[in-house]
């Protein structure tokens, strides 16, 4: 392989590089998102803290909660309050009742003995679990804190934006460099008009050859 295939696979694999670190920058973003509001359709994610689903969700999985109009027993949902002093709950449903047109869910985490004391009506239920990805929540649920944004959200994208007005810079200095030969080569075009105008101004000299020649043999015969 020669130097320039060389350079132009490296280049090639930087690019694609730089452009999975600027989609997982966005992903980043979107995930923090999607923790605050819904998005794509009413989809959540939450962070599990606490152990109530293991072995299925285990502590520090970031799972996908999806809004739906019916739940039936088995499904994983979460329901409850969400605020900063609040957290909602993730069971699944093990019986589902009615009384007068409402529905009432039981729900039980996989790991305890026992029921959940109240049941949840259909009103309290925020949506189904239809992903979960251990250990992923530990990482965003550092992003949510002050130093966490810093350092995997703000100085990426600082650095991004930095590369960008780089490479900004680069593409003006190349259209300069474009633009300075030909206003060069004016400048040359003009003063060369110039100095024929002044060499055609001045009275031209001639020089006889032949009488130089005849004076030098002259000289030589006088001696």
């Keep these: 392989m020669h130097w320039g295939e060389e350079w132009g696979m490296t280049k090639w694999i930087t690019n694609i590089g730089y452009m999975l ?3 997982l920058l966005f992903l980043m973003g979107l995930m923090l998102l999607a ?3 819904p998005v794509f359709g009413g989809i959540e994610l939450k962070i599990v803290q606490s152990g109530s689903m ?3 969700i285990p502590v520090g999985s970031l799972i996908v909660v999806k809004a739906a109009e019916q739940f039936e027993k088995g ?3 979460t329901f409850g309050t969400d605020t900063k002093t609040q957290i909602p709950t993730t069971h699944r449903i093990v019986n ?3 009384s007068q047109g409402v529905l009432y869910f039981t729900t039980r985490g996989d790991a305890n003995d026992v029921d959940d004391p109240v049941a949840v009506t259909r009103d309290d239920v925020i949506g189904k679990v239809v992903l979960s990805v251990p250990t992923l929540g530990f990482l965003l649920d ?3 804190t002050p130093r966490g944004f810093l350092f995997l959200v703000g100085v990426p994208a600082f650095l991004i934006i930095l590369d960008e007005l780089r490479a900004i810079v680069r593409v003006l200095g190349h259209m300069r460099k474009k633009r300075r030969p030909r206003a060069y080569r004016k400048v040359r075009a003009r003063r060369k008009i110039a100095q024929t105008q002044v060499v055609r101004s001045q009275p031209r000299r001639t020089i006889r050859t032949s009488d130089s020649v005849v004076d030098l043999r002259r ?5």
């Design 54 to 56: 293991e072995p299925n």
């Design 219 to 223: 000289r030589y015969q006088t001696q």
């Design 35 to 37: 923790t605050k509001v």
């Design 96 to 98: 589902v009742t009615g």
């Design 75 to 77: 499904d994983v949902i």
């Design 21 to 23: 670190f600027v989609g």
């Design 142 to 144: 550092f992003a949510r």
